[in-house]
């Protein structure tokens, strides 16, 4: 079993209706993996199993980190596993400051971030400090919504479409802080519509297709692989 996350045979289910169907995928330590897939192929479904949001349910498989089962465990459980989570939509609250954003956050102990090492790292965040989520640009939100994720101290990080209605320009400059990211050690499960983006900064990649795995491989490989891109991501 992989020191990080390890998915196993996974099915999980809306009511009635059958989402995930044997799902495996693995995000080693240190590593940044892309979930690639069209709309509507479960990838926020996945991410929901991980971290215990429900619906889903999950009836048969199994969700591990660092060997350590997670299945049942509260959402809360999940984050003091050093597991964060950059929610899709960003989820912010309109009323609370940035600074509020980022100082509400359960941290643990010596936690290695800390309000003034994020906002080196989201510069702009500082000069923003004093404005409320509803006064913030959508670039401005989304680096929030990853900054508070930072909060947690997180080993593994959980990004659901995060360049999802950001400009390119804005989505270049993701596209480094997530490289930054990966270099201060931190595991990402980026969950993304932009392929190339992500496969810039991906070491594997797995494709799904209506809740299968239909394609494992490094991202270097699947940028290579003209046929899965055009049959499974629409890539002409």
């Known amino acids: 079993m992989p020191d990080g996350l390890a998915i196993a045979n996974l099915h999980s289910y809306y009511g009635e209706a059958h989402v995930l169907h044997g799902v495996s995928l693995e ?3 240190r590593s940044v993996v892309a979930l690639l897939g069209r709309n ?4 926020s479904t996945l991410i929901r199993s991980i971290v215990g949001l429900t619906p889903p349910a999950v009836h048969e498989g199994e969700i591990f980190y660092q060997g350590k089962s997670l299945r049942g465990l509260t959402p809360h ?3 003091q596993k050093r597991i964060g989570l950059v929610p899709q939509g960003r989820r912010l609250f309109a009323s609370l400051t940035v600074t509020e954003h980022l100082t509400m956050v ?8 800390t309000v003034d090492r994020v906002f080196a790292l989201f510069p702009r965040l500082a000069e923003r400090r004093g404005h409320r989520g509803n006064q913030l640009s959508g670039g401005e939100r989304q680096m929030l919504a990853i900054a508070r994720a930072l909060m947690l101290d ?3 990080l959980l990004m659901d479409e995060p360049s999802e209605g950001l400009a390119p320009v804005l989505v270049q400059q993701l596209q480094g802080i997530l490289q930054q990211l990966k ?5 990402i499960l980026l969950v993304e519509q932009n392929l190339f983006s992500a496969l810039a900064v991906s070491d594997r990649a797995y494709v799904l297709e209506t809740g299968k795995i239909v394609y494992q491989g490094t991202a270097a490989e699947l940028l290579r692989d003209p046929g899965t891109l055009h049959r499974y991501l629409g890539v002409k």
């Open 40 to 43: 509507g192929m479960g990838k």
């Open 106 to 113: 359960d941290r643990r102990p010596g936690a290695a971030w």
């Open 183 to 187: 270099e201060a050690g931190v595991a």
């Open 27 to 29: 995000v080693a330590r």
């Open 154 to 156: 997180p080993e593994l």
């Open 77 to 79: 459980e999940v984050a």
